[in-house]
């Protein structure tokens, strides 16, 4: 059963531990905002994408940088060797370029210009690609479009040619149905086009659109059109004007149908490209953006056991002496325990949103004052040199012998070893993140909370008498 004074070490211990892991917080939001590791994972998985999209070949670079693919850290310090705009295939280059050209016009850049992504939507992108031109993502789309589109345009022509004089009234019925039907699709066509040729702005804002675009109520009508004219001409006495007439019309209507038909391939011929890129984009943002998320969660461990590292041999953060300073010092437990309503402000002050240029000031600052709290609770490397004054002191030159001189060596590699062992406990520890000690220390005070409110009740109890048996 919890003791008090083990709980108030076991707190004391943790507290140490939250303040170096605050240490390696900030240490490591300064490298990601120095190095934008997030934002080039970004990049990367962009090209990534477009890879995918447009069937381009894997972007691995040479034998001599391999391992450089398999760190995004890495990466990001040798960004000139490993960069996306390096990549071998240009439909990728180009249409990288254009998104991320476009993303930096909406804001997404550093205080110096360059470009920052911190996040990015499949709405977003799919916006972002359509803006910078179809024409990047499927190549003679609008050239091979602008026909399709013109067709339609020209059967307006067509059928207001048509001669509605001797048409009977069903027939002129029908011709106004197909009119109807016909009508927002020209309007449709009108459109997008940009005098003789398709607007690209026009028809990245109306991609959607331009998937709606249907010929199948037109068709329809037109079929009903043309059986009546042809119930029509059997009806009409052969070799009259009449007859004549409902000839013309349906050589018109055959040219009309013959128009409807090659405007259908166009169409058909020239979306299918656009429409299996973009559904490739939706379908492959999905498993990039996974891969994403998992290297930058990977890359956000490597770089944290990193800093650990370099945080715990810098500090001497020798995680023995802090179990001894919590579990056999009262003295020091009690000027840990005094430390934590700072942890925990600290702690809460990291959490905060911050501006990126502030953020690195504020994070140094953080890094200078924890780690002055730390040396302040007596350790550190005070605890080398505490342990070097527990060794022996060599006599004078003359005096010393072999035995004393191996003897003091083998003391101070008995010291290095044992603190090798506290230093990688400690960056174990470290390794769980402030978040994981945060909750650990507030888990330990309810603890505490809970067992000393149990006290009081029994305590209460003992006094009044309650709950002991009278003998009667």
Known sequence: MFTSDTLDSLIALVIVILLLSLIVQSAQGIVKKLLQIKSKQIEDSLI?????VLDSKDRLPNKGFLFLAASPTLRALFRSKYTPQKHPDPKVLELY???????KSMGRITQFGGQAFESISKADLLKVIAKTGVEKLAPGFAGNLTAAVQQIIDLEAIVHSIATASLSGPAIAKLAAFQTALGPLVKDARAFMLGARLDPKDLVGDVKSLREIKLDDAVVALADLQNQIKVDRAAAPAGSAEAAALDAVRASLDNVAASVDKSRQLFDASLAVLRARLKRVETWFDTVMQGFSERYSRSMKTCTIWISVLVVVILNADIFP??????????SRDAILA??????????????PNASDAAIKKGQDEITGIAKSYTGLGFGWQSFVDAADEIEKPPAPREASIGTIVSIYRAHMDWLRKSIVGWIAMVVSLSFGAPFWHDMLESLFGLKTALRAKGQIKDVEEESGAGNPQNT
């Open 48 to 52: 990534d994408l477009f890879e995918n």
């Open 97 to 103: 370029r254009d998104v991320t050209t476009s993303l």
């Open 322 to 331: 802090v179990w001894q300073a919590a579990f056999q010092n009262k003295a």
């Open 339 to 352: 430390y934590r309503q700072e942890a925990l402000h600290i702690y809460g002050n990291q959490l905060l």
